[in-house]
């Protein structure tokens, strides 16, 4: 009596959660995975194991598909080919992770081939294989994609220079660490992104004990936005050539005086002589670069060497570059893959010409360069990036509106530290901040 009563109640549990399994998928997600999203992957991903890798080539036979029968040598297919083993499905936040043991003889790239038929089969958003010990890989199912529309996880600790602008694929934060990877390049087309990323990294910074610059030459239409915040902004490409000789200036003070103490980096430089560390963004690196006369030339020859030294000498002085364009090439002149020698961190979004996606990541990894050229045109704020421990994650940046940005910039104005350098008629040499 007992037992019918418990298989009633049930079945009544089985058949509510299938009613409201719709309502419950569209508003809360996580627990429809949790309830039965998993649950039936789960049961999917076992069912379908070993039929998947037979016709996919990955299970094999234990025992040789031809066998003696007296002097006759019999060949036929293998009667029973063994998968790879499979772990027990593992929960995580919107999606589920399973260990599989490979055979001797498999390597990871063997089933990386299979993770589209895999995507199909187990009926997930996107399946991704890693391998952190060898004879194992992981694959760990998306059930939806996650940067459709991010939820930030904010409970991470900030730290000077570290900020959450967005959200990695796989839920955890993306973040832009300048301790980590002192200098950044950005690249996407138009609308792809990138001015949305730099107003969400602006946000964050903002608050933060650093120092801003802009260099904007669009007819500075962007990063005007946070102009409040920013200690000096160059709008025409006579005054980026001003304020980057400035900041060279104040890179080679920084390192007298770190030499004169022993420091090897700002960051070990006593108490009382502590710098401010200092961020320089540039939107639209391309139009640094644009040679119409001869003039601009010279000028261009100076840009470039400048940006060079920065990026060559800042780390350590606690100045660091973002480097914002919508095409980025080598064709734009020879200091600029030097330059992107020293961009550690790299972001890409939609690009329109796969050169600018190569110079991004293409001395990388060739599957960032793939998975970048697949985001398309409704994905703005998706981009792919890639950081200095060699791995690239796909991810989108927070949605912050031009409002939010300049809200940000104008509470925090306060701690905008002044630069006369770019408004002085003779700019003094030294350590400004
Ligand atoms: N993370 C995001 N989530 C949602 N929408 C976004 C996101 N990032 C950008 N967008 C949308 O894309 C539009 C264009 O973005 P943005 O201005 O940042 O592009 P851009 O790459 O700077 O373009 P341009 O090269 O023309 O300056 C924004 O107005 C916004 O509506
Ligand atoms: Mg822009």
């Given at each position: 009596?007992?037992?019918?009563?418990?298989?009633?109640?049930?079945?009544?549990?089985?058949?509510?959660?299938?009613?409201?399994?719709?309502?419950?998928?569209?508003?809360?997600?996580?627990?429809?995975?949790?309830?039965?999203?998993?649950?039936?992957?789960?049961?999917?991903?076992?069912?379908?194991?070993?039929?998947?890798?037979?016709?996919?080539?990955?299970?094999?036979?234990?025992?040789?598909?031809?066998?003696?029968?007296?002097?006759?040598?019999?060949?036929?297919?293998?009667l029973k080919p063994v998968p790879p083993r499979l772990g027990a499905p593992k929960l995580r936040r919107g999606g589920l992770?399973?260990?599989?043991?490979?055979?001797?003889?498999?390597?990871?790239?063997?089933?990386?081939?299979?993770?589209?038929?895999?995507?199909?089969?187990?009926?997930?958003?996107?399946?991704?294989?890693?391998?952190?010990?060898?004879?194992?890989?992981?694959?760990?199912?998306?059930?939806?994609?996650?940067?459709?529309?991010?939820?930030?996880?904010?409970?991470?600790?900030?730290?000077?220079?570290?900020?959450?602008?967005?959200?990695?694929?796989?839920?955890?934060?993306?973040?832009?660490?300048?301790?980590?990877?002192?200098?950044?390049?950005?690249?996407?087309?138009?609308?792809?992104?990138?001015?949305?990323?730099?107003?969400?990294?602006?946000?964050?910074?903002?608050?933060?004990?650093?120092?801003?610059?802009?260099?904007?030459?669009?007819?500075?239409?962007?990063?005007?936005?946070?102009?409040?915040?920013?200690?000096?902004?160059?709008?025409?490409?006579?005054?980026?050539?001003?304020?980057?000789?400035?900041?060279?200036?104040?890179?080679?003070?920084?390192?007298?005086?770190?030499?004169?103490?022993?420091?090897?980096?700002?960051?070990?430089?006593?108490?009382?002589?502590?710098?401010?560390?200092?961020?320089?963004?540039?939107?639209?690196?391309?139009?640094?670069?644009?040679?119409?006369?001869?003039?601009?030339?010279?000028?261009?020859?100076?840009?470039?060497?400048?940006?060079?030294?920065?990026?060559?000498?800042?780390a350590a002085l606690g100045i660091h570059l973002v480097i914002a364009g919508q095409r980025v090439g080598s064709d734009l002149?020879?200091?600029?893959?030097?330059?992107?020698?020293?961009?550690?961190?790299?972001?890409?979004?939609?690009?329109?010409?796969?050169?600018?996606?190569?110079?991004?990541?293409?001395?990388?990894?060739?599957?960032?360069?793939?998975?970048?050229?697949?985001?398309?045109?409704?994905?703005?704020?998706?981009?792919?990036?890639?950081?200095?421990?060699?791995?690239?994650?796909?991810?989108?940046?927070?949605?912050?509106?031009?409002?939010?940005?300049?809200?940000?910039?104008?509470?925090?104005?306060?701690?905008?530290?002044?630069?006369?350098?770019?408004?002085?008629?003779?700019?003094?040499?030294?350590?400004?901040?």
């Amino acid at each position: 009596m007992l037992a019918q009563i418990l298989w009633l109640a049930l079945l009544a549990t089985v058949l509510v959660l299938l009613i409201i399994a719709p309502g419950l998928r569209r508003n809360y997600p996580y627990v429809w995975w949790c309830l039965l999203g998993y649950p039936a992957t789960a049961v999917r991903v076992r069912v379908t194991w070993r039929r998947l890798t037979t016709n996919l080539g990955l299970a094999v036979a234990k025992r040789p598909g031809r066998a003696l029968l007296g002097d006759l040598v019999v060949r036929g297919d293998p009667l029973k080919p063994v998968p790879p083993r499979l772990g027990a499905p593992k929960l995580r936040r919107g999606g589920l992770d399973v260990r599989v043991r490979l055979h001797p003889g498999q390597v990871p790239d063997h089933l990386l081939s299979a993770v589209e038929a895999l995507t199909h089969a187990w009926r997930v958003h996107a399946v991704r294989l890693s391998s952190d010990e060898l004879g194992f890989v992981t694959l760990s199912a998306l059930a939806w994609d996650p940067l459709r529309a991010p939820i930030v996880p904010y409970q991470l600790k900030q730290r000077a220079l570290r900020v959450v602008v967005g959200l990695l694929e796989d839920g955890r934060a993306r973040m832009i660490d300048f301790r980590r990877a002192p200098h950044w390049l950005v690249v996407g087309a138009t609308r792809s992104g990138k001015s949305t990323l730099i107003a969400a990294l602006v946000k964050e910074l903002a608050p933060q004990r650093v120092a801003l610059f802009g260099i904007d030459l669009k007819g500075g239409m962007e990063l005007p936005l946070f102009e409040d915040r920013l200690s000096a902004l160059a709008s025409t490409r006579a005054e980026a050539a001003r304020l980057l000789a400035e900041l060279v200036a104040e890179t080679e003070a920084r390192m007298q005086l770190c030499r004169s103490v022993g420091a090897r980096s700002i960051w070990d430089l006593p108490g009382k002589l502590c710098k401010l560390p200092i961020v320089v963004i540039v939107d639209e690196v391309a139009e640094l670069y644009l040679m119409a006369t001869r003039e601009d030339k010279a000028e261009v020859g100076e840009i470039s060497t400048n940006l060079l030294r920065l990026s060559q000498l800042g780390a350590a002085l606690g100045i660091h570059l973002v480097i914002a364009g919508q095409r980025v090439g080598s064709d734009l002149g020879p200091g600029v893959t030097a330059l992107r020698a020293q961009l550690a961190g790299r972001i890409c979004h939609r690009v329109s010409d796969s050169g600018t996606a190569e110079m991004a990541l293409g001395d990388l990894n060739k599957d960032a360069l793939a998975a970048a050229q697949r985001i398309t045109l409704a994905e703005q704020g998706v981009a792919i990036t890639a950081d200095t421990d060699g791995q690239w994650r796909r991810a989108r940046s927070i949605h912050v509106t031009p409002e939010q940005a300049r809200r940000a910039a104008r509470k925090y104005a306060r701690l905008a530290p002044a630069w006369p350098g770019l408004h002085v008629d003779e700019p003094t040499e030294g350590v400004y901040l």
